[in-house]
């Protein structure tokens, strides 16, 4: 857990504060709408990209401790 929360908070800015209203605070995206001022459609494309970021890196993260 110590781990995501360090990789969400290398996320570019806009990236770590809609994964943090949608994950960790719970919120629609109609919500995230009308904090942030960005559409839907935007909002969901961030939410894609921050969470294949945060894949990738735990996916090496996993890797290299496996290696002997």
Do not use: F, W
Request: charged content about 35%; some cysteine.
């Amino acid at each position: 857990i110590n781990l995501v929360k360090k990789y969400v908070n290398e996320l570019p800015e806009d990236y770590r504060q809609i994964i943090i209203c949608r994950y960790i605070d719970d919120l629609s995206i109609k919500e995230i709408k009308e904090i942030t001022g960005k559409s839907m459609t935007n909002i969901y494309v961030i939410i894609h990209r921050a969470l294949k970021i945060l894949r990738k890196k735990l996916k090496t993260q996993k890797n290299a401790e496996q290696k002997p």
